[in-house]
């Protein structure tokens, strides 16, 4: 019998780039194939080159659509890869707007830094919308909790991840000799989001358990905490006329934000001003959470309430861009809502070159934002930025509300790793900066796993 082994080809010792290589049961199985983010050039040279042969790959099971975990399927494909896609049916209808936006995104960032002379070999894209297209060909839907065999001696089962629509964690179970039964937890959600249910967890005994951390050493405030602070920033923005600008990932922080806002405004919690919803793939995606209310939470999940959940007089929908820089001849106090999440690419990068530097406006933030990127420069305080290559001084005010981040924090996670219940003989943290993979393989070891690594880009581990 061949050995299993694992190699961590993304997420490893960072948060973005999601991809692990499993190889057992006389195949090569990749588990996501995200994309790296973060400072373009070295983004850039992460991305490109794909540590393998793209055409020995056999498959690839994707734990959710977001782009740190699936970015990079285009570029499988368009280097040889044909096999097939495993994923949710939600995440496969997701990653037909995403992917494509994602091909997109890049050619127009190119396009504009071209216009400007300041295209270089690294801002080229890295595929095109065809090779996104091509993965969609490739994509098999599995839905929660029905069993597939992907091999004659592998099965796959996904369980809600609880962390977006269509989010799953991956258990896995090898019957090639003595079996083995891997957990992949991809990303792991919160209790209480708004619209999708609350994360399962696989239950023990578990041989190896690959875990994210990216919350593995912080804790979140409340979400009842989160909307005070929400309805607290819109009345005080309102009040001295400036614009809320939040970068969110499309997927998931934006129909929970446009959610929340809803209530307060039903709720007369917040003045009444209009909120933006600037970005196409965020518009798509609406239509895609419209199509999957199956895997709503329970009180949000009748047909009939979809449309009261995303719709508002008060909430438009931009798709164009003449409509998006319409925005910025706009006066008075607004709300908008635009991708990408940690403010590295999209229309974002537009609003807050034309708003960072207005003391009434604050840009706000609701996710994570990765060592590196233009969010995180702005989360940390700093005076002067640079967007498209041109220095912005910051006047406008800068919040982070943890409240709606998508992760469980060190709590939760310690809570997951409890409900297992059976013995976790080998634990793996990946997708966490230093201090999170820390604090996770902490967690691990107080709570009994035996072996705990935090592995290195591309290190590689036997498992039986
Ligand atoms: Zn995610």
């Given at each position: 019998?061949?050995?299993?082994?694992?190699?961590?080809?993304?997420?490893?010792?960072q948060?973005?780039?999601?991809?692990?290589?499993?190889?057992?049961?006389?195949a090569?199985?990749?588990?996501?194939?995200?994309?790296?983010?973060g400072?373009?050039?070295?983004?850039r040279?992460?991305?490109?080159?794909?540590?393998?042969?793209?055409?020995?790959?056999?498959?690839?099971?994707?734990?959710?659509?977001?782009?740190?975990?699936?970015?990079?399927?285009?570029?499988?494909?368009?280097?040889?890869?044909?096999?097939?896609?495993?994923?949710?049916?939600?995440?496969?209808?997701?990653?037909a707007?995403?992917?494509?936006?994602?091909?997109?995104?890049?050619?127009?960032?190119?396009?504009?830094?071209?216009?400007?002379?300041?295209?270089?070999?690294?801002?080229?894209?890295?595929?095109?919308a065809?090779?996104?297209?091509?993965?969609q060909?490739?994509?098999?839907?599995?839905?929660?909790?029905?069993?597939?065999?992907?091999?004659?001696?592998?099965?796959?089962?996904?369980?809600?991840?609880?962390?977006?629509?269509?989010?799953?964690?991956?258990?896995?179970r090898l019957?090639e000799?003595?079996?083995?039964?891997?957990?992949?937890?991809?990303d792991?959600?919160?209790?209480?989001?708004?619209?999708?249910?609350?994360?399962?967890?696989?239950?023990?005994?578990?041989?190896?358990?690959?875990?994210?951390s990216?919350?593995?050493?912080?804790?979140?405030?409340?979400?009842?905490?989160?909307?005070?602070?929400?309805?607290?920033?819109?009345?005080?923005?309102?009040?001295?006329?400036?614009?809320?600008?939040?970068?969110s990932?499309?997927?998931?922080?934006?129909?929970?934000?446009?959610?929340?806002?809803?209530?307060?405004?039903?709720?007369?919690?917040?003045?009444?001003?209009?909120?933006?919803?600037?970005?196409?793939?965020?518009?798509?995606?609406?239509?895609?959470?419209?199509?999957h209310?199956?895997?709503?939470?329970?009180?949000?999940?009748?047909?009939?309430?979809?449309?009261?959940?995303?719709?508002?007089?008060?909430?438009?929908?931009?798709?164009?861009?003449?409509?998006?820089?319409?925005?910025?001849?706009?006066?008075?106090?607004?709300?908008?809502?635009?991708?990408?999440?940690?403010?590295?690419?999209?229309?974002?990068?537009?609003?807050?070159?034309?708003?960072?530097?207005?003391?009434?406006?604050?840009v706000?933030?609701?996710?994570?934002?990765?060592?590196?990127?233009?969010?995180?420069?702005?989360?940390?305080?700093?005076?002067?930025?640079?967007?498209?290559?041109?220095?912005?001084?910051?006047?406008?005010?800068?919040?982070?509300i943890?409240?709606?981040?998508?992760?469980?924090?060190?709590?939760?996670l310690?809570?997951?790793?409890?409900?297992?219940?059976?013995?976790?003989?080998?634990?793996?943290?990946?997708?966490?900066?230093?201090?999170?993979?820390?604090?996770?393989?902490?967690?691990?070891?107080?709570?009994?796993v035996?072996e705990?690594?935090?592995?290195?880009?591309?290190e590689?581990?036997?498992?039986?």
């Amino acid at each position: 019998m061949a050995p299993i082994r694992l190699t961590f080809h993304g997420a490893a010792g960072q948060v973005t780039g999601s991809m692990h290589l499993l190889e057992a049961a006389g195949a090569r199985i990749l588990l996501d194939s995200g994309l790296f983010q973060g400072p373009r050039e070295q983004a850039r040279r992460l991305n490109a080159e794909l540590p393998f042969d793209a055409r020995r790959i056999d498959g690839v099971v994707v734990s959710h659509a977001h782009i740190d975990h699936t970015g990079r399927l285009p570029l499988l494909v368009n280097q040889g890869f044909h096999g097939p896609i495993w994923a949710t049916p939600a995440t496969r209808d997701l990653c037909a707007v995403m992917l494509a936006d994602s091909a997109h995104i890049q050619e127009k960032d190119f396009e504009y830094l071209q216009r400007r002379g300041r295209a270089g070999a690294v801002s080229e894209p890295l595929y095109t919308a065809l090779d996104a297209m091509a993965v969609q060909e490739l994509m098999v839907a599995v839905p929660y909790r029905r069993p597939i065999h992907l091999r004659k001696n592998l099965t796959l089962e996904y369980v809600d991840a609880g962390h977006i629509l269509g989010s799953a964690t991956v258990d896995l179970r090898l019957s090639e000799g003595k079996p083995h039964r891997l957990v992949f937890s991809g990303d792991i959600g919160r209790s209480g989001l708004p619209i999708i249910r609350d994360p399962e967890v696989p239950a023990g005994p578990i041989d190896t358990l690959i875990i994210e951390s990216t919350y593995g050493a912080r804790t979140h405030e409340s979400v009842a905490d989160a909307e005070r602070r929400l309805a607290a920033a819109v009345k005080r923005v309102a009040a001295r006329g400036g614009r809320i600008m939040i970068p969110s990932f499309a997927v998931g922080r934006t129909q929970e934000i446009v959610y929340a806002l809803h209530q307060m405004l039903r709720a007369g919690e917040i003045p009444e001003i209009p909120i933006y919803v600037d970005s196409p793939l965020a518009v798509e995606t609406t239509t895609v959470f419209r199509t999957h209310p199956e895997v709503f939470d329970k009180k949000e999940r009748l047909l009939d309430t979809t449309d009261a959940i995303f719709d508002h007089r008060l909430v438009h929908y931009i798709r164009d861009v003449e409509g998006s820089k319409a925005l910025n001849t706009r006066t008075g106090p607004m709300i908008v809502i635009s991708a990408s999440g940690m403010a590295e690419t999209g229309r974002i990068l537009h609003h807050l070159k034309n708003g960072v530097g207005d003391h009434r406006n604050l840009v706000l933030f609701v996710g994570f934002q990765a060592e590196g990127t233009l969010g995180r420069r702005l989360m940390d305080g700093a005076k002067q930025v640079k967007i498209f290559g041109d220095e912005y001084d910051v006047r406008a005010e800068v919040e982070y509300i943890g409240g709606y981040s998508g992760h469980a924090d060190m709590n939760e996670l310690r809570a997951w790793v409890r409900k297992v219940g059976g013995p976790i003989r080998r634990a793996f943290c990946v997708h966490g900066e230093e201090e999170g993979l820390q604090g996770m393989a902490k967690i691990l070891e107080e709570e009994g796993v035996a072996e705990v690594h935090v592995p290195k880009l591309g290190e590689s581990f036997e498992l039986a």
